[in-house]
């Protein structure tokens, strides 16, 4: 977890790139293209997140993460699933290894946003793993944040490869002018700690999560690069306002 914002299925979306792809080779980090954003500055997960999902193909090659937020509905990054067919698209959820453990369940719908870089994806199956609340709002500018993914570790785009085990990084909510090309109402722009970790390639569509009585609830969604660097975790990062998406979430999912 390079940290670099596994956003980054497309450094971007904003950038034109996507953080998305990362795969198991090495190549091109998690956005897009595969390129899945890594993070980079982080380290290995301090827990097992029972909704963490590692959205991969159906050979098991990694390119973006997502949420559980029922048991059989992720939400993602649009720039991860565009263009994917539903069954191209395999999820192995509840686990820090991105090749074993957990449950494994194929794609039956996806569904995007008509224009905001967010996309459900509908299993085939229902999982057992406990899905993650949806937050009420993301929260203020300063709110104490965290971000997992499995996107590259090293901040240069293709640098290498997704990591096996899940990363996890410690941030915080930053003010929108701090991240380039935001759209305050439904995005929120994410720190990158010490100017050097942050989401990365294959870090893409996985969660921006913050703590409410104890326990893990859902803000975000990583998108892209709040700056115009193709490397990784130069700057803020931009997540997708999940909060902001409720009652689209809703119209498909049901209530969250």
Known sequence: MMKVRTLLTAFAVAAGAALATVGSAAAAPTTDGGVTPYIVGGGNATQVYSFMVSLQSTSGSHFCGGSLIKANWVVTAKHCVQGRSASSIRARIGTTNRS?????????QVVTHPSYDIALVRLATNVTQAPIVVASASGATGTATRIIGWGQTCAPRGCGGAPVTLQELNTSIVADGSCQGISGS??????????????????????QIKQVGGAW????????????????????????????????????AGAV
Do not use: H
Not at 229 to 235: F, K, L, N, R
């Open 217 to 252: 609830q859902l803000i975000g969604a990583t998108s892209r690069a709040g700056n115009s660097s193709s490397t990784c975790a130069t700057g803020p990062s931009i997540y997708m306002d999940v909060p902001a998406f409720r009652s689209w979430i809703s119209q498909y």
């Open 186 to 207: 439904y995005e929120i722009c994410t720190s990158n700690p010490g100017g050097r970790a942050g989401a990365c390639y294959g870090d893409s569509g996985g969660p």
């Open 100 to 108: 074993s453990g957990g449950s494994v369940a194929t794609g039956a």
